[in-house]
């Protein structure tokens, strides 16, 4: 394995340790500034955001645990197998998501990061019936994603003005 490789390597485990210790801080550090990031919920968000929206998510976090179940890295791309569990606020559920991440490297910070994992899945317990009935739809995705977008504009609004 290159050193490089080795530093993407340990970047993942700083990014994911951070994480399950709620420090969105270290969390965006570990972010080059013209980043891109793109999940399910919060898609393609840029530049400052995704540090912006880890520091919202951590921030807020009562009982998130974060594990890293498996990750690899080579001169410029990762990946990462990762788990997490906790009580989603909206609505006081239990959620346990199952997240596949791709990572791509410049300058031994993160470039762009995509997160899969199954919206139905995740609605079927973080929203309940709705959830369960709709939460393939757009008809609950598209709400879902547009409180996310308003709360990560929310905070980051009260952070550039405090």
Do not use: K
């Not at 912006?52 to 990750?71: K, Q």
């Not at 990946?79 to 959620?95: E, I, M």
């Amino acid at each position: 394995m290159s050193e490089q490789a080795a530093a993407n390597r340990r970047l993942i485990e700083r990014f994911y340790d951070a994480f399950n210790r709620h420090d969105g801080e270290a969390m965006a550090a570990c972010y080059a500034p013209n980043a891109r990031l793109s999940d399910p919920v919060f898609q393609e968000l840029r530049g400052e955001e995704p540090g912006s929206m880890w520091r919202m998510l951590t921030g807020r976090a009562e009982d998130l645990r974060i594990e890293l179940v498996e990750h690899d890295a080579d001169d410029t791309t990762g990946s990462a197998h990762w788990l997490a569990d906790y009580t989603f606020a909206q609505t006081g559920r239990a959620v346990h998501n199952d997240v596949r991440a791709r990572f791509r490297f410049a300058d031994g910070l993160i470039a762009e990061h995509d997160d899969s994992f199954g919206f139905h899945a995740w609605a079927r317990q973080a929203l309940g019936t709705s959830g369960l009935l709709l939460g393939w739809s757009p008809i609950v995705q598209g709400p879902v994603r547009r409180r996310a977008r308003a709360g990560l504009d929310e905070f980051m609004g009260r952070a550039a003005s405090g």
